[in-house]
């Protein structure tokens, strides 16, 4: 499955110092502190008004994800059983909305919408490095870490405040402090089961990488996604290897192709 990357607007200074999201990657730090095993899955309790209503709500699940056509619907795993749905605002807006999906016996389950933000030139079918826009596709999700400790992660989680630390200021001015505060990875153009740290590009530096997750700091990004730091948290403790999740990205025309 084709696999496709970085962030945000740095400060001169801190675009050398990033190993995602416009890092270089002769300024990765090789000192990584030790990853946490994958979670264990836990089981969520249903509750509802009574049994009839929620076997009735059950019925009426879709037995595919909403708003995607045949051509994204055939790039998605057999395997995964839950889904992050990245729906841009249009092709060249950095403003979009991701519901995060879990397959069921009865259809895709829909959590609720978040804001959401995006490159700030949009999207693109053909991501290249520093082009400030975020790649169009479905991408497994295989690893996480951040800043701040494991806050109860089921991907392996690699922790390292200074691996994940960020300064300076964003499009708009703001700050970007705390960005990196939780990331994960999306597996675009990287090599799986390693630390978001890793530099390592399968398929080249010029088709870019250190495409994330992270916390929204209020402005665009380089080529990432971000959402608030509660919802970093939900996805970081609900996203399930065993359960093979994987984000579907891009523009709503993109996806509803």
Known sequence: MPRRLPALLLTAVALAALPGCGGSAGAVSQAQAPRTAAQP???????????????????????????????????????????????GRSENSPVSQAVLYQRTADGWAAGQTWAAHNAKNGWTDDHHAGDLHSPIGVFTLSDAGGRLPDPGARLPYDQSRSGFYIGGTGFEGESLAGSFDYVIAIDYNRKTGVSPLDWTRPEGESKGGGIWFHVDHGGPTHGCVSLSAAHMKTLLRTLDPSQHPVVVMGDGASLAR
């Open 41 to 87: 899955s836990a089981p969520s309790a249903a509750s509802g008004p009574s049994a009839a209503a929620a076997a009735s709500a059950s019925r009426q699940l879709p037995q595919q994800l909403p708003g995607l056509g045949p051509q994204t619907l055939a790039e998605i795993p057999a395997n995964a059983r839950q889904a992050v749905v990245v729906t």
